[in-house]
C-alpha cells in the first residue's frame, strides 16, 4: 500500500482580507497553512478604533459588493444579513469647471446613457464626439470568453481617453485606492463583462441600463461594530499558524532557505 503524500505547507504574507482569505482556501483544501504579518493584529488595512464614543475607521470605510465572490464569502461568513448599507446620496466629481453631479447611469465602465453625459458638462466635445462613436466600436473590439483587460484599457478603447480620465479614475481608482491601469474589468465590473464580451454597445444595451452604476449606495456595506468585523470572522475558527509582528522568516515553520 502506497502511502499518501504529506499536505503541502503553504506560506501567506499579510493577514489582511486578502491573505486571511487565501489562508482560508488553502486549509480547506487540506494544505498546511502559516500566515505572517508585521503588524500586531489581523486585518492588513482595515482597522476600527473608539473615538468619543463612535466606532471610527482609519482604513477602508465600507466592501463593494459588486464582484459576487465578495457576496458569496460574507455569506459563508454568515455576515450577509445584518450588513448596514449605506444610505442615499450624491456623488461629486471634481472637474475643471468645478463640482459636477456624476450623470446618471455612469459606471465603473464607462456610460451606459450618453444624454447625460452630454448634459454634466464634463466632456469637452472631442471628449463627446468619441464617446458616441462606442456602438460602432463596440463591434470591432469583443473581448474573448475567457479574456480580461485593464479597466483603462477597455474604458478607452470604448468611450476615449477623456471618459477614462474624468470618469472612471476618479471614481473607480478612488473606490480600490488603486490605479485603473492595473484593475481588473473582470474584478472591478463584473456586471458589465457580459455585455463587453458579447460585443453589444454598452450605451444601447438593455441590461447594462438596468445595472446602473455599480457604486450605487446600496453597493457599501459594513457592520455597527466596525468594518474589522470581516478580517476578524475571516480569523475565527482558521485552522492555520498565525504569526503576527513577523520581520523575518527566522523560525517560520515550513519555510525553505
Do not use: C
Not at 117 to 126: A, D, F, H, K
Not at 173 to 186: F, Y
Not at 241 to 257: C, E, K, M, S, Y
Amino acid at each position: 500500500m502506497t502511502s499518501l503524500p504529506p499536505p503541502p505547507n503553504v506560506l501567506v504574507v499579510g493577514a489582511g482580507v486578502s491573505g486571511l482569505t487565501a489562508a482560508r482556501r488553502l486549509a480547506a483544501a487540506g494544505a498546511v497553512v502559516t500566515v505572517v504579518d508585521a503588524g500586531d493584529r489581523v486585518g492588513g488595512q482595515i482597522r476600527t478604533v473608539d473615538l468619543a464614543d463612535r466606532r471610527l475607521e482609519v482604513g477602508a470605510e465600507a466592501v463593494h459588493l459588486a464582484s459576487p465572490a465578495v457576496r458569496a464569502l460574507l455569506a459563508e461568513l454568515g455576515l450577509a444579513d445584518d450588513a448596514v448599507a449605506s444610505g442615499p446620496g450624491a456623488t461629486w466629481l471634481v472637474t475643471r469647471r468645478g463640482l459636477r453631479r456624476l450623470p446618471a447611469g455612469v459606471g465603473p465602465s464607462g456610460p451606459t446613457q450618453l444624454g447625460p453625459v452630454v448634459r454634466s458638462g464634463i466632456l469637452g466635445p472631442l471628449g463627446l464626439a468619441r464617446a458616441a462613436l462606442e456602438p460602432s466600436i463596440a463591434r470591432r473590439r469583443v473581448l474573448g470568453p475567457d479574456e480580461d483587460v485593464d479597466v483603462r484599457q477597455f474604458v478607452a478603447g470604448r468611450f476615449g481617453s477623456q471618459v477614462a480620465d474624468r470618469f472612471v479614475d476618479p471614481m473607480l481608482g478612488g473606490l480600490h485606492s488603486g490605479d485603473i491601469n492595473r484593475l481588473s474589468l473582470q474584478s472591478a465590473a463584473p456586471r458589465l463583462l457580459e455585455v463587453a464580451r458579447s460585443g453589444r454597445s454598452l450605451t444601447l444595451s438593455r441590461s447594462a441600463r438596468r445595472s446602473g452604476p455599480s457604486v450605487a449606495p446600496a453597493a457599501f456595506v459594513t457592520w455597527r461594530e466596525g468594518l474589522e468585523r470581516l478580517p476578524l470572522a475571516l480569523a475565527t475558527g482558521l485552522d492555520v499558524r498565525l504569526r503576527t509582528r513577523a520581520h523575518g522568516l527566522q523560525g517560520v515553520p515550513g519555510v525553505i532557505r
